[in-house]
């Protein structure tokens, strides 16, 4: 790695044609939002489910924030966490080709470049790690509590073995905590997760209403001033390794649409298979449900899905085990509320007795229950019909993958194998929210 020595009355000017060469060559310029939000307090973001083989992960309770609906001059950057390290434990990245590596300045999302810190032509197994005078890289204290690394070409980074567009944030705590975050064009973030969230095999028309959701959910949570998670927690991005020329169509085909309602961006879950009805936000997560954009609808459409209707059985002592036999070995469980389309809302944890020793949500139940364990023993859904007892074993009997809320997927592949085109999927999903385009 390089040093770049620079006279202290160019460094304004360097920082703002730092990455100039990048568009010149093809790739993306790094560039702040064409508008920035206020900044909120982050929230962390209920989990998303994958159709296929995904766990869920927990479901936090959290607070609508409805994003007011900017409109963006270009498409947005976005920013997702990759990874992070501990104190005194490295991040390792490599750029393929020329690179930048510039001080960062104010929040992430404000994008203000500071000074020019290194350049270079190839970073191979760089290692960061954040100490308390800034970011060192490859032994080098660099002065900067946030670095941005730009490379010239699109789709150089490389992370954990998996390649990336756009730019390398490196971000030191005060805790000495350092996390990697890849700032990247919304409608490029599109086509990387999309068959991370639905099979390639869905018909068009359910990708493209996957899309709007997709970029819907991500502009939002954005706005609201949170970065985005790589997995579930927000949605599942593993960079260019999910591309495709098909991703690429189809993030096309609705470029720069989103979900609004009374002008706001609607906060737009998705699930794999809701069993017959979706749930209502209000109900699953405690979160105002915008109206009835997301207040339930009824689902004909999924029973193709192979989650549609499902069995369990719970071994005797498992359910004592997440309490650590605090409440005796014999602990059963039985659904406590329902919300209208009979999807549990709150689970009782009953003792051998049948004295009632807990009541929770039933989304959190299950998804403490599920953790640690493969998918063909999971509760898939909250969905739940029937607990009885079978010989020392529970048998449960549900239907439906995921949380519930917002669109099916594959009540959306059953609506475009019927002719169903995506604006007709997400106004079944979706009740009285507006596709509007924020930029061309």
């Not at 936000?281 to 209707?309: I, K, M, N």
């Not at 602990?331 to 689970?347: H, I, K, M, N």
Request: glycine share 10%.
């Amino acid at each position: 790695m390089t040093r770049a020595v620079v006279p202290a009355a160019s460094l304004a000017l360097t920082a703002l044609l730092g990455c100039m060469d990048a568009a010149m060559s093809g790739g993306p310029a790094p560039r702040p939002p064409a508008v920035r939000p206020a900044a909120r307090a982050p929230a962390p973001a209920p989990a998303l489910l994958a159709p296929e083989d995904a766990p869920a992960a927990p479901l936090p309770e959290i607070a609508e924030e409805r994003a007011a609906l900017p409109v963006f001059l270009e498409p947005p950057t976005v920013q997702v966490r990759l990874a992070a390290a501990r104190p005194g434990k490295d991040i390792s990245f490599t750029v393929h080709g020329a690179y930048r590596v510039f001080e960062l300045k104010g929040s992430l999302e404000d994008g203000a470049l500071g000074p020019l810190l290194a350049a270079g032509d190839g970073l191979k197994r760089a290692r960061a790690r954040a100490a308390r005078e800034g970011v060192v890289m490859n032994g080098e204290l660099l002065a900067g509590k946030s670095l941005l690394v730009c490379p010239r070409n699109d789709g150089a980074l490389e992370v954990d073995g998996r390649r990336y567009r756009g730019d390398l944030a490196l971000l030191a705590s005060p805790g000495l905590e350092l996390a990697a975050v890849n700032r990247v064009d919304i409608e490029d973030y599109v086509a990387g997760v999309l068959f991370g969230e639905m099979p390639k095999r869905f018909a068009k028309e359910a990708q493209r209403a996957q899309a709007v959701a997709v970029r819907t959910y991500a502009l939002y949570h954005v706005l609201n001033g949170r970065v985005l998670s790589d997995d579930q927690g927000s949605q599942v991005y593993r960079g260019t390794e999910l591309e495709s020329d098909a991703a690429r169509r189809i993030a096309d085909s609705t470029v720069g649409e989103v979900l609004t309602h009374a002008d706001r961006l609607v906060q737009a879950y998705f699930h794999s298979t809701c069993g017959g009805a979706t749930g209502s936000a209000a109900e699953v997560f405690c979160v105002p449900a915008a109206g009835q954009v997301l207040a339930g609808a009824a689902c004909p459409s999924c029973r193709d899905s192979p989650h549609f209707a499902w069995t369990r059985g719970v071994p005797p002592g498992v359910i004592a085990g997440l309490y650590n036999g605090a409440f005796g070995q014999a602990l059963t469980f039985d659904v406590a509320s329902r919300d209208p389309a009979g999807r549990a809302l709150e689970v009782a944890v009953l003792d051998a007795a049948g004295r009632q020793v807990d009541r929770l949500p039933a989304d959190r139940f299950r998804n403490r229950y599920n953790a640690g364990r493969p998918l063909a023993e999971q509760i898939p859904s909250a969905m739940i019909d029937e607990v009885r007892r079978a010989g020392l074993e529970l048998r449960i009997k549900g239907r439906g993958f995921g949380h519930g809320v917002g669109l099916c997927q594959y009540g959306a592949n059953g609506m475009a194998h019927a002719g169903g085109s995506y604006q007709d999927i997400l106004g079944r999903y979706y009740p009285g929210a507006q596709i509007r385009r924020l930029y061309d």
